[in-house]
């Protein structure tokens, strides 16, 4: 069992940056880790994820302003926002999983395991 606890999140004006930190209790290099979010009154979404070669995938929404990597020395896995957006304003969770699933399968919530509590990220315009 792994715990997950996020950092970094803030307010700050659009086109600015921030990055967040998933500190775990075990180790990130055997999880498959991801990120997700969630806005008032939506459904958590995916923002990304990276496998244990650190291969990344981002949804369409933040590709190409959003980075997602690991430090498997700290356990901390990170995301890089940049050029942030006021419809990126939400609760940002990172997700833990201990199995591979299919590719389909990748951004659905109920496919991990392991949750932290969420930090609020706020973007004004």
Do not use: H
């Not at 979010?37 to 190409?64: C, L, M």
């Not at 995301?79 to 833990?96: G, H, I, R, S, W």
């Amino acid at each position: 069992q792994v715990q997950l606890v996020e950092s970094g999140g803030g307010s700050v004006q659009a086109g600015g940056s921030l990055r967040l930190s998933c500190a775990a209790s075990g180790s990130v290099s055997m999880y498959y880790m991801a990120w997700f979010r969630q806005a008032p009154g939506k459904e958590r979404e995916a923002v990304g994820t990276i496998n244990r070669g650190r291969i990344t995938r981002y949804a369409d929404s933040v590709k190409g302003r959003f980075t997602i990597s690991k430090d498997d020395t700290k356990n901390t896995l990170y995301l890089q926002m940049n050029v942030l957006k006021p419809e990126d304003t939400a609760l940002y969770f990172c997700a833990a999983r201990k199995e591979a699933v299919d590719f389909g399968d990748l951004y659905n919530p109920d496919r991990y395991d392991y949750w932290g509590q969420g930090t609020q990220v706020t973007v004004s315009s």
